[in-house]
């Protein structure tokens, strides 16, 4: 296969680098350049608004069983490209081609599952106060949408976005990530293909702080829906409010895991380890902080560290490889300053801690074990292949520590007793709350945050929801 000419996609038509300027794409198993990917620039921008604007009236009356079909048919498309969309996964983001193949599945089911819940946008009668008055409750689309996606989950993040708006009847002009372009403009070209109308998406890429701010600006964008760090998400938050524009934010994590006493900690610590070097640990749901109660703390320490030793570490595209580099060398310098940071304050190395011996930004599966609440990695998400244990003696210091940082956006518990669970589900504030499994998000639940993690949801009927608004009509 080979890696695609990098374009942006204005009003129905791929514009070519040309003369602007280009930003490197390097795949992180090799640091090759794979690519440039142009800059957009403030008429590019300007452009894209315009065509968001123009497109938003006639894809808005587009029956919602059009839109529907549409969207059916660009997953179709997705996953007869299944092959090619993998790859480009793997070459941009570095993780393992048997994830990147289910990322694309997942990927497709955002676009179905949004088909068919464009057809279920009810609305609601109302009883009125006195004969002969007919009281509606009417969902329509918010208006051109401002997205931004990052490049962790490079194909799942713009398809949730794109698939919510567009089956909710809104034009969007999305901006994915510099470092995974060619994954986000195969998903346009495919629901390009598929018929969507020009205009109604649009795909910038360039200067992320300049082209937030000149979208999330203009009178055209009525909502802004962004996935990133929680800095970032407030700087736009405040610039969405200045418009009085909705905003659906998608934040960091810093998941916290409870174990208790009554559950396996062999398999917990399975199941644990897979969730947590999915895509290097780089996902915002990865279970991070493990609170393991006391009886059972050695036997669950014992199990994770071996399976992190074992673990088959490579070129996303090797036979065999469990798990990639990781995506920059950014990250490879935070895992470095974390570790470093925890072992002077106390915590145990109990498996990797190190950089790999090979070509890319490789860094082993690590376990630290008797962490404490004042390193750095304990208060600030690692994003990287980082597992932090330390044990707990009852429920009361369990959910204490689980709740202790303003963070709230996935959390897993595992326990065999039922009051237990309904504890810790209660009491855990995280929009997500998994009870002995570690699958925190599907196209049909409801995907978000509390606190300092996000405001709004994706995913799920409240995920389309967010890109409509209500009228309500009285007619007497």
Not at 280 to 303: D, W
Not at 428 to 439: A, L
């Amino acid at each position: 296969m080979h890696y695609p000419e990098l374009n942006l996609l204005i009003g129905g038509r791929v514009v070519a680098a040309g003369s602007r300027p280009g930003l490197e794409v390097i795949d992180p198993a090799t640091q090759a350049v794979l690519g440039r990917v142009p800059v957009a620039t403030p008429e590019d921008i300007d452009e894209a608004l315009d065509a968001a604007h123009r497109s938003f009236p006639g894809w808005r009356d587009t029956p919602a069983l059009e839109r529907a079909t549409i969207l059916r048919r660009a997953a179709a498309l997705m996953r007869e490209r299944t092959p090619l969309l993998a790859w480009l996964i793997t070459r941009e983001l570095g993780k393992p081609f048997a994830e990147s193949e289910k990322e694309v599945a997942t990927a497709a089911e955002m676009f179905e599952w949004a088909a068919e819940e464009a057809r279920r946008t009810y609305g609601r009668l109302i009883p009125g106060r006195v004969g002969g008055i007919r009281q509606m409750a009417i969902p329509e689309p918010v208006g051109p949408v401002a997205a931004f996606s990052g490049w962790n989950a490079p194909a799942i993040t713009p398809s949730r976005k794109i698939a919510g708006a567009l089956a909710a009847g809104c034009s969007i002009v999305i901006k994915p990530s510099e470092e995974t372009p060619a994954i986000a403009l195969e998903i346009g070209r495919a629901l390009t293909d598929a018929g969507v109308p020009a205009g109604v998406l649009n795909m910038v890429f360039g200067d992320p702080g300049a082209i937030s701010q000149q979208l999330i600006a203009s009178p055209v964008i009525r909502m802004v829906t962004f996935t990133g760090s929680t800095s970032i998400g407030r700087a736009l938050a405040m610039q969405a409010a200045s418009g009085l524009k909705r905003a659906t934010l998608e934040l960091g994590g810093h998941a916290p895991v409870l174990v208790f006493d009554d559950a396996a900690p062999e398999a917990a610590a399975d199941a644990l380890l897979t969730a947590k070097l999915r895509n290097s640990g780089q996902i915002c749901t990865s279970p991070t902080r493990m609170y393991v109660q006391q009886a059972v703390y050695e036997r669950f320490v014992q199990r994770l560290a071996e399976r992190a030793r074992a673990w088959r570490v490579g070129n996303g595209l090797a036979a065999g490889v469990q798990m990639g580099p990781l995506a920059n060398p950014r990250r490879l310098a935070a895992m470095e300053t974390l570790v470093a940071d925890a072992l002077k304050h106390g915590a145990q190395l109990a498996a990797g801690g190190n950089r790999l011996d090979l070509p890319g930004w490789f860094w082993a599966p690590t376990v630290l074990r008797d962490v404490g609440a004042d390193c750095l990695a304990a208060n600030t998400e690692p994003f990287g292949p980082l597992a932090l244990v330390q044990p707990f003696h009852d429920a009361d210091e369990a959910l204490a520590l689980a709740n202790r940082l303003p963070f709230g956006l996935a959390s897993y518990v595992f326990t065999r007793d039922a009051a237990t669970a309904q504890l810790a589900s209660e009491r855990i504030e995280s929009g997500v709350v998994c009870i002995n499994h570690c699958q925190a998000s599907l196209p049909e639940t409801p995907f978000g945050g509390f606190k300092d993690s996000g405001l709004g949801k994706e995913g799920g009927v409240e995920g389309l929801q967010e890109f409509m608004q209500t009228k309500y009509v009285s007619q007497m």
